[in-house]
Every structure is written in structure tokens, then in C-alpha cells.
């Protein structure tokens, strides 16, 4: 005990160069993805096979009042105004179709009010073909209302509601 006589001793070094240049690339990657979906004027909205939210973007917050953290892997169907019903009868579209496009559908805000919604969804598979979940592209219809009554007065707005005027050219 305490003598090395007789016993080896192996030192190991480990070069982690390329672990942490792939790491850092990943970490670029992720935060490039996060921008262009947090840039989209549609709220975007990811679900898993189990029907949990894994996606909601800046935009979806701004229409529903929920932070991403608030409804992170909460069931999607909590928050239709049909429920399960019609969360089941988006999905089995979804599953016919591949992409339902302009599906008018109303969600429930976190006032508790119910928001009329223009949506687009599509099956979200991984490389191999295998399920994932689900991705919705959603639009507020109050505010596409907005903007057509706008326009209609002769008004135009951009989406954050700042009123755009023309100037006349000479």
C-alpha cells in the first residue's frame, strides 16, 4: 500500500478541439433557427407526437399572451375552443392531406378569451420519415381585420400597428 512498485500509471490527454468547434458551430446554428422563427410575422406553433407544445415564437406570444416557458409541453387541445375534438380532427386533416392550409380554427388567449385564427398546418418528420409532431402557422384574424379596414378607410399600417404615411412624390 502507498508504493507504486509493480502498478502502471497511465496519463490520458484528450483533444476536444473539434468537439468544441462542433459545439460551437451547433450553438450558431440554434441561434440562427431561433432568429428566423422569432422574426416570422405568423405565430408558429410546434407540437410533439403526444399533441405537447415544443415550439411557440415570439410572434404566437404576442397574440396569446403566453411566454414560451408558460406553455412549453402543455397539450395543444387545452388551448382550442373545441378541445380534444378538434385538435383530433386537425390532425386526422393533417395526416390525409400532409399540409391543411387556411383552416380558420379559434384558440384560447391567456385572458381566456378565444382568438380567431387563420392557420396552416403540416406533419413535422424527422430524416428517416418517422412522425415528430406537428407545426402550425398561425395568423390573428382580429389583426388581419384590422389591417383590411385600415386599408379600406385608406389608412395603412404595419404590424405593429404605427401608422405608415405616404409621402407624395414631385
Given at each position: 500500500e502507498g508504493s507504486l512498485e509493480g502498478q502502471h500509471v497511465m496519463e490520458l490527454y484528450i483533444d476536444t478541439t473539434d468537439f468544441e468547434k462542433a459545439r460551437r458551430s451547433l450553438a450558431r446554428t440554434k441561434e440562427f433557427v431561433r432568429n428566423i422563427l422569432n422574426s416570422s410575422v405568423?405565430?408558429?406553433?410546434?407540437?410533439?407526437?403526444?399533441?405537447?407544445v415544443t415550439l411557440f415564437n415570439r410572434t404566437a406570444e404576442k397574440i396569446?399572451?403566453?411566454?414560451?416557458?408558460e406553455?412549453?409541453?402543455?397539450r395543444i387541445s387545452d388551448y382550442y375552443e373545441?378541445?380534444?375534438?378538434?385538435?383530433?380532427?386537425?390532425?386526422?386533416?393533417?395526416?390525409?392531406?400532409?399540409?391543411?392550409?387556411?383552416y380558420a380554427i379559434t384558440f384560447r388567449e391567456k385572458s381566456g378569451a378565444y382568438v380567431p385564427l387563420?392557420?396552416?398546418?403540416?406533419?413535422?418528420?424527422?430524416?428517416?420519415?418517422?412522425?415528430?409532431?406537428?407545426?402550425?402557422?398561425c395568423r390573428d384574424m382580429r389583426t388581419e381585420e384590422a389591417d383590411r379596414k385600415s386599408v379600406v378607410e385608406g389608412k395603412s399600417v404595419d404590424r405593429g400597428g404605427r401608422r405608415i404615411i405616404k409621402k407624395k412624390r414631385r
Open positions: 405568423s405565430g408558429i406553433i410546434a407540437t410533439d407526437r403526444e399533441g405537447r396569446f399572451g403566453f411566454s414560451e416557458d406553455i412549453i409541453g402543455k373545441g378541445g380534444a375534438t378538434e385538435a383530433l380532427r386537425v390532425m386526422r386533416r393533417i395526416l390525409a392531406n400532409k399540409v391543411v392550409s387556411g387563420k392557420a396552416s398546418f403540416s406533419l413535422l418528420k424527422d430524416e428517416q420519415g418517422a412522425l415528430l409532431g406537428s407545426i402550425c402557422f
